[in-house]
């Protein structure tokens, strides 16, 4: 996976913490979920 880590954000203030898609409130969980 290169350049997930650029994709990727974890951010306290949004998502309550959980890791999402930089400059979305999508979290990573609901798209390994599709």
């Known amino acids: ?4 880590e650029k994709r990727v954000t974890i951010n306290s203030e949004v ?3 959980r890791p999402c898609i930089s400059g979305m409130r ?3 969980t609901d798209i390994l979920d599709l």
């Open 1 to 4: 996976m290169t350049g997930s």
């Open 15 to 17: 998502c309550g913490g």
């Open 26 to 28: 999508i979290r990573v």
